[in-house]
């Protein structure tokens, strides 16, 4: 009972005490979108009642990113643990339930603006469909954890709580589908899960983009005010509750016991309220008049407006909303004032090392997981060519080594270093891993040793070689399509195929022919079919810009050593290459241009089409945007 956070009665009876439980109430629980509007007031509230409570939100930028910072702040203040991290985080969750044995979950992250979810439904999809799976997906793992999570009043029409409308837009299609997903889950897994559907929710804090804090910014700036109406050409009115009204019935869902899965809660006033009357309170309260409006057509996505049936909220949480609309209107105003015109509010960046801990932690993990699937598929490859009698690099378990008196190659160096200069040593640990084809006798291992000529003399020192088929075994440097010649023990040579060249000591590049087209080029071709892009209508008429004395690494396409350098046979060469992007006067055509602080130094000079580069090659990370620095050169923002 302690442990679950309960207040007692204490009575002494002879020589023992004997505790009769009142009131309980969770002990630890998780706010998911906690920064938010209804996860501050919900934090807060929580953490008044002496509930131990962790935020968790990604500070995204919806909306003003310091409104949620000082919100933050200020549940810092009171004790809240809060973590800079994503609701769809998996790693991060886990280590949430288990390090803190949370005993309910409250998820309130989401992106709720609809005109924002037609122009990035990706996102939308990823924050309000797939943070939830990854929850109840955790929830089947931790089945004491109560759940709550928030849906909306746009999900159900008229006075029924069951009729679903058809959705104008991607936020109620995506609300309308979270509710159907909980309750399947729920039914499957047996959880413990109650939703809630807020209403127009407003009040201090609240969010910029809600109405009646823009209607408040219009009348204060005194800009035009907009006032939509409906096609009938009635005012557009809704259903309008107090955050706190909205708080206490979140908490009462919270410590309800819910005796299905598909308990849905209204959390609204129950009556509308139009969009002119609050336009009238707020000039009351502000003491400004809306000298500029006008109406103008109610959105297509906007959803029409009904008020909340509210019955089951009242029977069976036992909330019913208290606050008027004339008081809720005081309050937010008073807020707004103090807000906007009262001693500048700070606030502390959010601590994001929890989320980089558990990242760091959860790539390690996956690293170890990989290398041993990997030593178990060497080891059932190197079965199978046991069976039929060929050598691989883990059949090499008694090396035999060749000593190479003052000899010493610096490169090809493992991540094994022995301190003991022991040979005999030396060659023990050699013979035991797989990769090692020899080492020096200041006990460096050697994953591979280049050719004789690049070695260098030093007195004293000796290199050992192991006497291996390094082609055959697998343990060279020639990499892609380069093929491998045994020279010797421990030593080789990097060949091409034909049509393809050596480019540096051990990479083939397939060589430029007209009328050819190369591999690369083929790729790049289904690749822009599968995708709906055509590369010649992007050409157009682009122009080359150069560079001097710089290069691009990787992204080949073709190599064209015959050109000598000749800048006006490159670019014939490039443009009547498939997906050319540019080439080097080394005679490289390039698929791909990297960023330019990737760019290297080089003898020559490279030359980029100047095409629109973003839209068809370039690939920034989530939540960066490819943007134009200057002819062939782009960066992500």
Known sequence: LIQYGCTFDIIAIQL????????????????????GFLGYHLSLRLSVEGTRVVVLDNFNNDYDVDLKKIRATRLIEKGVTVVQGDACDTPLLKHLFVEHSLTAVVHLAARTSIPMSLKDPVSYGHSNMECLMVLLQLLTEHKETHFVYASSGDTIIGSSQSVIPPPRNLYTA???????????????????????????????????????????????????????????????????????????????????????????????????????????????????????????????????????????????????PHVTIEEGIKEFVKWFKEYYYGEKISYKEPDHSLRDKVAKDYIKQRNRDMITRRKKYQEKFANYLRSKGRPTAVLYKEKKFIKKEGKYYSGGDGKRVITSRNIREMEEVCSVVDECVGFTSDGKLKQYIGPEKQWSSRPGSS???????????????????????????????????????????????????????????????????????????????????????????????????????????????????????????????????????????????????????????????????????????????
């Open 16 to 35: 023992g005490l004997y505790f009769c439980c009142r009131k309980c109430i969770f002990i630890l629980v998780l706010v998911t979108g906690g920064a």
């Open 463 to 637: 290199l050992y070689i192991a006497d291996i088929d390094v082609c055959e075994a697998g343990i060279h440097n020639c990499y892609g399509n380069a093929t491998c010649t045994y020279l010797g023990p421990a030593q080789f040579k990097c060949g091409c195929a034909k049509g393809w060249a050596l480019v540096g000591p051990n990479h083939c590049e397939e060589l430029y022919r007209k009328g050819h087209e190369t591999v690369v080029e083929k790729e790049q071709r289904v690749a822009d079919k599968v995708s709906g892009r055509n590369w010649k209508e992007f050409v157009g008429n682009a122009q080359f810009y150069s560079f001097k004395s710089r290069e691009s690494p990787e992204g080949n396409m073709a190599y064209y050593p015959d050109a000598k350098g000749n800048v006006e046979l490159l670019k014939q060469a490039c443009m009547e290459s498939y997906h050319c992007m540019g080439f080097n006067t080394n005679g490289l055509l390039k698929k791909i241009i990297r960023q330019p602080s990737k760019w290297k130094s080089s003898s020559g000079t490279l030359y980029v089409l100047d095409v629109d580069y973003c839209h068809m090659a370039f690939s920034c990370p989530r939540n960066r945007h490819c943007r134009r620095l200057a002819p062939g050169k782009y960066d992500c923002a």
């Open 174 to 320: 995506l609300k309308i589908a979270t509710e159907e997903m909980a309750i399947s889950f729920c039914e499957k897994n047996g959880l413990s899960i109650v939703g809630v559907r807020p209403f127009s929710v407003y009040g201090p804090w609240g969010r910029p983009d809600s109405d009646i804090y823009k209607i408040s910014m219009s009348l204060d700036k005194n800009t035009p005010l907009e006032i939509p109406k409906t096609s009938n050409g009635e005012i557009t009115s809704r259903d309008y509750i107090y955050i706190d009204d909205v708080i206490s019935g979140i908490t009462a869902a919270l410590k309800h016991n819910p005796k299905s899965c598909n308990e849905l809660y209204n959390l609204g006033n129950g009556k509308l309220v139009s969009m002119e009357t609050i336009v009238h309170l707020l000039e009351k309260e502000l003491q400004k008049k809306a000298s500029n409006f006008k109406y103008v057509p109610l959105p297509l996505y906007e959803m029409d407006s009904y008020p909340a049936n509210t019955k089951e909220t009242q029977d069976i949480l036992g909330i019913i």
